[in-house]
């Protein structure tokens, strides 16, 4: 759980919400934090001094409308979607997963945003652009209302998300890209929509120019997804701060110290901690630790990080556990 004393905002550029347009990755692509493009203009309603709604534990929240008699009627005005409401839960996730990376890139691949069960919004940290960059990604955390997340989960619907995914195949002349990922857990179910090279052949924010109607639908809720803060209103955000990890999942790589006398920086090795109940040499895949085990063993690492242990070295990838991550299961 974030700690909330600390934080940082991150500011990012806002555009017209009144028009809505295309993921354009060749932007999002070479940042390091996702930039949010045009946004689709969903009028958002919240009042900054009302708590989140209560919780039916057989239905799920049901706030935005008290009077609906069937809370999972999707299709009825006003309803309520039903959707977990546990911490651990992801109930929005957007990521881009795959693509001609190295393995450990992959393997620290975190979602571009999560939207948690327990109204909570994660999504990645601005960071330097110096090389080299921190170990682990930093992410923040803001809370969301429960007006906001039923607001995410009425445009999913209203794009047809909220349903087991269409075909999202196109003629691309596209190699080594990335999926664009949409996971839902709401309305009783779990929708998972991939979507290889979503934005890349489509012109600059402009969604109608996605080959296909069924991208052209997922292109525009990522859209009003990076567009958050547009596209559910401010009033239903709270601030934002920096996570405080609770656990980390890594991989770690063994590597000779004397073949790392050219790197541009020079690297620096640190003993790997006693208290971590780890060895090294049997996370050659994934492990997971958690934040008391490592304490600030990652605080201060960067890129150029090595970790000695037993007589040998390693380099690891290394990620925070978020809602909805898979950890070493998948």
């Known amino acids: 759980m974030a700690d909330r004393r600390t934080h940082m905002t991150v500011n990012t550029p806002r555009r017209n919400p009144s028009r809505t347009g295309a993921v354009s990755r060749r932007r999002l692509l070479t940042g390091l934090v996702v930039t949010p493009l045009l946004a689709a203009a969903v009028a958002a309603c919240g009042d900054p001094d009302t708590e989140p709604a209560a919780t039916d534990p057989t239905t799920g929240p049901t706030a935005t409308d008290p009077t609906a008699t069937d809370p999972t009627a999707t299709s009825t005005p006003g ?141 525009r809720f990522v859209q009003a997804l990076v567009a958050l803060e547009d596209t559910v209103g401010a009033a239903a955000l709270g601030e934002e701060t920096i996570v405080e990890p609770e656990a980390y999942r890594l991989r770690a790589t063994p590597v000779d110290e004397s073949t790392l006398g050219g790197l541009e920086v020079e690297p620096t090795f640190v003993d790997w901690p006693a208290a971590a109940g780890l060895d090294l040499a049997t996370a050659s895949s994934c492990a997971t630790v958690t934040a008391t085990q490592v304490g600030d063993t990652f605080a201060d690492a960067t890129q150029t990080t090595y970790f000695r242990q037993d007589g040998a070295t390693y380099q690891l990838a290394v990620a925070i556990v978020l809602p909805g991550d898979a950890g070493c299961d998948s």
Do not use: C
Not at 88 to 100: I, K, L, M, P
């Open 79 to 219: 309803a309520a979607i039903t959707y977990p409401t546990d911490a651990t839960t992801a109930v929005v996730r957007y990521a881009y997963e795959g693509g001609f990376v190295p393995v450990e890139v992959a393997f620290t691949q975190l979602p571009n945003l999560v939207v948690s069960g327990d109204g909570r919004v994660y999504r990645p940290a601005a960071t330097t652009a110096i090389y080299p960059g921190p170990l682990v990604q930093p992410f923040t955390v803001r809370t969301i209302t429960d007006e906001g997340v039923q607001t995410l989960l009425a445009l999913a619907d209203e794009h047809g998300l909220l349903a087991p995914p269409p075909d999202y195949s196109a003629e691309l002349n596209i190699a080594d890209a990335p999926d664009t990922v949409v996971r839902l857990q709401a309305a009783d179910g779990s929708y998972e929509h991939r979507a290889y090279a979503l934005g890349i052949a489509a012109a600059d924010d402009d969604p109608e120019s996605e080959l296909t109607e069924p991208r052209r639908q997922l292109a």
